[in-house]
């Protein structure tokens, strides 16, 4: 256990992403993948290429911010996408992986065009569950062809 096992909420299910998304006004919000905020945070909220193993100004996250041109369609949904888009994120990170959402401030973009966060503060662990009920929901209302962003696959 590490000190933010012991002190981080969890999110249990979608909706309780929902109501963090909304109890942060809409402020941007971002999931990292990595072994945790202890890590990141001793690190000097410092990433890697994973290509060229060159250093990032920052840690790299995934936007959780609802795009405009999504309208008026379902916020749950839209959450469940982001998860699900980069769920490949936790198998090639390897063993102690796992999601956690924070607010942060872009401060560059990575190799990948994504956004390289400092100043994080960690919020809550996003469970399991939640990534199950995303896949599902996704599954259910996307397209067939609709994947994750995992170039692998």
Do not use: K
Request: glycine share 8%; with cysteine; net charge negative.
């Amino acid at each position: 256990m590490t000190e933010w096992d012991d002190r981080l909420p969890v999110v249990r299910d979608l909706e309780e992403l929902v109501s963090a998304f909304r109890r942060a006004g809409e402020e941007d919000l971002y999931v990292r993948w990595s072994r945790g905020p202890d890590a990141d945070l001793c690190s000097g909220e410092e990433s890697r290429d994973g290509l060229t193993g060159m250093p990032l100004p920052g840690l790299s996250a995934n936007s959780l911010a609802r795009q405009p041109w999504w309208r008026g369609r379902s916020l749950r949904l839209w959450l469940a996408r982001r998860l699900h888009d980069y769920q490949h994120l936790r198998e090639r990170g390897g063993p102690g992986v796992r999601p956690w959402l924070l607010r942060g401030r872009e401060i560059a973009r990575g190799p990948d065009n994504e956004p390289l966060i400092v100043d994080a503060e960690p919020l809550a662990w996003i469970e399991d569950a939640v990534m199950h009920e995303a896949r599902r929901l996704v599954e259910r209302e996307a397209p067939a062809d609709w994947g994750s962003m995992d170039r692998q696959s």
